[in-house]
């Protein structure tokens, strides 16, 4: 695939933080904005678009739920992964003045990760459903009063002022994103620091999961992340995303796998992929 010339999806409005991390990761590639997480993924498997940018996770607000729903059904695999951190920016229609602002369009989840600034300069938060929406209303609204707490971007997009930068509480916010395609890596693409995601489901009996990963340890094969998901409306069928360090060619991660097989009903690999610097960055 020609970088130059390809399409990048990604869920929200342009501005948002996914638009974003399309343009760190892939400056050349068109981004492609969609509503929900099913369009992006649908995008792709269709052949209208090459890559899909997809939040997994945040240091505050946790893991993306809607999109662990999504992975078992899709036929793309996970070919790289972007940390970015998360910036806030308060921003209004040109030539407001901060001290006129009284309310703050965002997302529930940046609402709540600037709680200090809002409730230092006495704004009231307002829902919207994403970042970028909310800059897109403040235009469309043209009052006064009214900001939106919106990546930096946004403002670019829709025309406005930034009153205040960087206004999360937080300054760890960040987001982990998982970069979906068509077709999986090549070994020799991977390189030696991979990481390999993938979904199963235990077999329902005593220790089942304890067993399961037995085979991790005994071969000295490194688990970075296992969450738990219940499946089809049960509270006994569950379902697991896992990931770890190596790559399935490798023997010992071959054997892992193989002890796991033996304690699970399914077994789906989501994608080997080379681990972002910024994993280990906190090591």
Same mark, same amino acid.
């Given at each position: 695939?020609?970088?130059?010339? *390809? ?32 369009d992006v993924l649908s995008l792709v498997e269709r052949g209208d678009a090459d890559l899909a940018m997809i939040p997994v996770e945040n240091t505050i607000a946790g893991r993306v739920g809607d999109i662990h729903h999504l992975l078992p059904a899709t036929t793309l695999n996970i070919i790289g992964e972007h940390f970015m951190p998360i910036r806030f920016q308060l921003m209004a229609l040109p030539g407001v003045e901060l001290s006129q602002v009284s309310q703050a369009h965002s997302h529930i989840m940046a609402l709540g990760q600037c ?17 970028? *929406? ?24 829709? *025309?406005?002022?930034? !009153? ?26 991977? *390189? ?67 002890? !796991? ?23």
């Open positions: 695939m020609d970088m130059r010339q *390809g399409r990048i999806a990604y869920q929200g409005e342009p501005g948002a933080n996914s638009h974003i991390a399309c343009n760190e990761t892939y400056p050349d590639m068109e981004p492609v904005a969609c509503k929900t997480f099913e709680r200090a600034f809002m409730r230092e300069h006495g704004i009231e938060p307002i829902v919207a459903a994403d970042t970028a *929406g909310a800059a897109r209303i403040v235009k469309e609204l043209g009052e006064q009063t009214t900001a939106a707490i919106a990546p930096e971007l946004a403002a670019e997009v829709y *025309g406005l002022n930034i !009153l205040a930068r960087d206004i999360e509480d937080a300054e760890h916010n960040t987001t982990r994103f998982v970069i979906m395609a068509p077709d999986p890596l090549e070994h020799e693409d991977v *390189g030696d620091d991979a990481v390999t995601s993938f979904l199963f489901q235990v077999r329902n009996i005593p220790a089942a999961l304890y067993k399961a990963m037995g085979g991790f340890a005994t071969n000295g094969v490194n688990m970075t992340k296992l969450e738990s998901y219940q499946i089809d409306g049960s509270f006994t069928a569950t379902q697991f995303y896992a990931e770890i360090e190596g790559h399935p060619d490798e023997r010992r991660v071959q054997l892992a796998l193989e002890e !796991l097989g033996f304690f699970s009903t399914s077994l789906k690999i989501m994608g080997v992929f080379p681990a972002s610097a910024a994993r280990y960055a906190n090591r």
